[in-house]
């Protein structure tokens, strides 16, 4: 679900540029208003969303989300620390859906220099950074185990 602007609200501020991972909102020299230079490539995070202090980015919904003629809301709640999101149909129904902003306690994970330094091994691992202790378990699965239990 790629995002836009309405032009409307957005004030030009540029949290959503610089917040995109995929550098793809960026600020128009004319109208000094954000805009998303190429939807296709859009991440789907909403980081953009969920940034703009204006809620001026909208997400345009897939048809097997939200029908044509919809309209996606997305709200962040600082205060609350949530995000509301605003599902409205064509024929007037809407649903709303609140998520938590965070999972876990801010500065519950540790940074990343916290951690110790991959060693030259490390990198010939399938394994990602500090597995399997980050995940609090003793060691993960193998396909040989899978195929063994199957």
């Not at 004319?30 to 980015?57: G, L």
């Amino acid at each position: 679900m790629p995002t836009f602007v309405d032009m409307t609200k957005c004030d030009g501020c540029g949290q959503c540029v610089d917040i995109c991972p995929s550098d793809i909102m960026h600020i128009d020299k004319t109208t000094r208003r954000a805009y998303n230079i190429e939807p296709n490539f859009c991440w789907e995070c909403f980081s953009c969303v969920k940034s703009c202090p204006q809620h001026a980015i909208d997400v345009r919904g897939y048809a097997d989300f939200a029908p044509l003629g919809h309209k996606v809301r997305v709200h962040r709640d600082e205060e609350g620390g949530k995000v509301h999101w605003l599902i409205g149909y064509r024929d007037g129904r809407e649903k709303e859906f609140t998520f938590p902003i965070r999972t876990t306690p801010w500065g519950s994970i540790p940074a990343a220099q916290e951690h110790q330094a991959p060693g030259p091994n490390d990198i010939k691992s399938p394994q990602l950074a500090h597995e399997p202790t980050a995940l609090k378990i003793d060691s993960l699965p193998t396909l040989e185990e899978a195929q063994n239990r199957g």
